[in-house]
């Protein structure tokens, strides 16, 4: 009996641990994936924290696919020398095929970081067999 427990605990954990790690590819919408031609591309740096999409939270992840349309994203700021204390909330709208992403900028105080972020769209030739090579352009 305590073997089980621990063998449950153990698996659990490891569960855990696998979904929050590593750089992927979050989809907004269920089902198969789609090709870029149907979907926007939204992706950030590392020192934003994506935190929902349009209020569903989003796990941790370096890119999301989503369907056209007005969207609100909310999103944090996090580095080795500041995280922020309030989010942001940016809304924008994506078209299908496109590709966006979220910029930011900061200034530093005497006693306080301040910063800002925003959606721009990237304007680079991609074609779709590009789409799953992103993070080779």
């Given amino acids: 009996m305590k073997v089980k427990s621990i063998l449950c605990i153990s698996i ?5 641990i696998l979904w929050g790690c590593g750089p992927g590819t979050y989809r907004m919408y269920s089902g198969p994936p789609l090709s870029g031609s149907q979907v926007a591309l939204l992706r950030w740096d590392s020192v934003i924290n994506v935190i929902s999409v349009d209020g569903m939270l989003v796990p941790r992840c370096d890119r999301i696919e989503l369907f056209p349309g007005d969207h609100n ?10 995280r922020s204390s309030r ?10 095929g496109h590709r966006y992403r979220i910029n930011h900028s900061t200034e530093s105080g005497s006693e306080f970081m301040y910063w800002n ?18 993070d080779q352009i």
């Fill in 12 to 16: 659990s954990l490891t569960i855990l």
């Fill in 73 to 82: 994203v909310q999103v944090g700021y996090s580095s080795s020398r500041f």
């Fill in 87 to 96: 989010d942001r909330l940016l809304n924008f709208r994506a078209e299908a």
């Fill in 117 to 134: 972020a925003w959606v721009e769209e990237e304007f680079i030739y991609w074609n779709a067999s590009a789409w799953n090579k992103v």
